[in-house]
Each structure stands twice: as structure tokens, then as C-alpha cells.
């Protein structure tokens, strides 16, 4: 089945930046619209971003608008997430996801990754 890897996160100052990337293996990710969902400890897990199979269509949580950009690779079966101007508040777990909708809920993705830890702090 289809295997997701995240990676990137890290700690990072407020105002910073980071890309993280999700690679996909066993099988190609052009068949599969990408979501992007980060977790706090004690929260629901939301929705960040979302990319389309081509990547023609992307949307975005309005509480990353403007900051964050989604964009995939489908040759080398990976989509990013660059994150700038960060804030402490997108201290999350990151996750990316596979469905086949474009959407910001979880429970319409099929396949996740493990997840990469994003700490914004002085």
C-alpha cells in the first residue's frame, strides 16, 4: 500500500521558515490528491493545506494564508509544505495525507505519514 514520509520539521525561531516534504513509495502519488494536518497536544488534528493529483487547484487554512505554500512533484513522488513566517502558535505535529478528495477534513484521506514535529519558539 501506499507509504508516506515526512520530514523537515525541527525548531525554529518565530518569523522563520522550514519546508517539510512528504515522500511517497510502493506506489506513484499521482493518483491521489495530498492533504496537509498538524495536531497539538490536546487539540483536534486540522487541516493546513490541500493540493489537486496535478497540483493545478491548492487551498489553504485562513490561519496560513499568505505564509504557507503546497505544491507536489509528482516525478518524484513528493509534495512540500514551505512554511514561512512562522508563529508559535503553528507549534503542531505536521502530518501529510493521501485521498482521493480535496479537502481540509481528515477523515477523507486514506493513507498518512508518522508525522514531523514543528516547534516555533525563542
Do not use: H
Not at 491521489?32 to 496535478?54: H, K, L
Amino acid at each position: 500500500q501506499l507509504q508516506l514520509v515526512e520530514s523537515g520539521g525541527g525548531l525554529v525561531q518565530p518569523g522563520g521558515s522550514l519546508r517539510l516534504s512528504c515522500v511517497a513509495s510502493e506506489f506513484t502519488l499521482d493518483y491521489y490528491s495530498i492533504g496537509w494536518f498538524r495536531q497539538a497536544p490536546g487539540t483536534e488534528r486540522e487541516g493546513v493545506s490541500w493540493i489537486s493529483v496535478i497540483g493545478g487547484r491548492t487551498g489553504y487554512a485562513d490561519s496560513v494564508k499568505g505564509r504557507f505554500t503546497i505544491s507536489r512533484d509528482n516525478a518524484k513522488n513528493t509534495v512540500y509544505l514551505q512554511m514561512n513566517s512562522l508563529k508559535p502558535e503553528d507549534t503542531a505535529v505536521y502530518y501529510c495525507a493521501a485521498g482521493k478528495r480535496t479537502t481540509m477534513w481528515a477523515g477523507a484521506y486514506d493513507y498518512w505519514g508518522q508525522g514531523t514535529q514543528v516547534t516555533v519558539s525563542s
